[in-house]
């Protein structure tokens, strides 16, 4: 009899001890969840898109005539300004009545003759200096008055940078003793000669026929 209530008192102390342990330790895992949270970084708000001020670019469909398109020009309180050069077919507009350049774009991609509406957006380079860790000594690209030098006295290569970075199409011919193609400005870019061979006529104020 007595092994049994031994038994039974060490089950009830087993118990309670038990959920002792639990009530103690309960509090610290409520408390401790939301302290190990962080708070998430506040999205950064994208730039706005430069426009300009009461003009629309605007693309008809191909089969409008030129009669309805001036109609619609007017409707919309706009007036043509110019037609752009290339093949995009875009003409640009101008806003007669102050509205936003934006709204007034949504309101012509609702008419079913308008392809193409937007307002005239700013387009802006990045900043073009090379990555070259050099570039600040070569005077001919860009003379600063770099080691005592002529400030101004280079090629304008920065200014040409400004307007086009060149093209991988465009073959350039060197004339020189050699030309190491590991350098990492030449590396990938060797031109390799599709026809070996074939003979080019070169026009320079002089025809000169060269094998390559």
């Known amino acids: 009899m007595n092994s049994v209530h031994s038994r039974k008192a060490i089950t009830v102390s087993l118990f309670l001890s038990y959920s002792f342990i639990i009530l103690l330790c309960t509090p610290f895992a409520v408390s401790g969840g939301p302290s190990v949270r962080k708070a998430g970084k506040p999205m950064q708000e994208q730039p706005l898109a430069r426009y300009r001020a009461g003009e629309v670019l605007v693309r008809f469909r191909e089969a409008v005539q030129q009669k309805d398109k001036d109609s619609i020009i007017k409707a919309y309180g706009t007036r043509r300004k110019r037609q752009l050069q290339g093949d995009s077919n875009l003409e640009q507009l101008e806003l007669t009545t102050?509205?936003?350049?934006?709204?007034?774009?949504?309101?012509?991609?609702?008419?079913?003759?308008?392809?193409?509406?937007?307002?005239?957006?700013?387009?802006?380079?990045?900043?073009?200096?090379?990555?070259?860790?050099?570039?600040?000594?070569?005077?001919?690209?860009?003379?600063?008055?770099?080691?005592?030098?002529?400030?101004?006295?280079?090629?304008?290569?920065?200014?040409?940078?400004?307007?086009?970075?060149?093209?991988?199409?465009?073959?350039?011919?060197?004339?020189?003793?050699?030309?190491?193609?590991?350098?990492?400005d030449l590396t990938n870019n060797q031109w390799v000669n599709p026809k070996p061979g074939a003979v080019v006529t070169i026009r320079s104020g002089r025809s000169v026929r060269w094998q390559l």
């Open 98 to 184: 102050g509205r936003d350049a934006s709204t007034a774009a949504l309101e012509l991609l609702q008419n079913p003759q308008v392809q193409f509406a937007e307002p005239n957006f700013l387009i802006s380079k990045e900043d073009l200096t090379p990555n070259d860790p050099q570039f600040n000594q070569q005077w001919a690209l860009q003379n600063t008055g770099q080691n005592g030098g002529q400030f101004g006295s280079d090629i304008k290569a920065g200014a040409a940078w400004d307007i086009t970075t060149g093209s991988t199409s465009t073959v350039i011919a060197v004339i020189d003793s050699g030309i190491d193609f590991t350098h990492p």
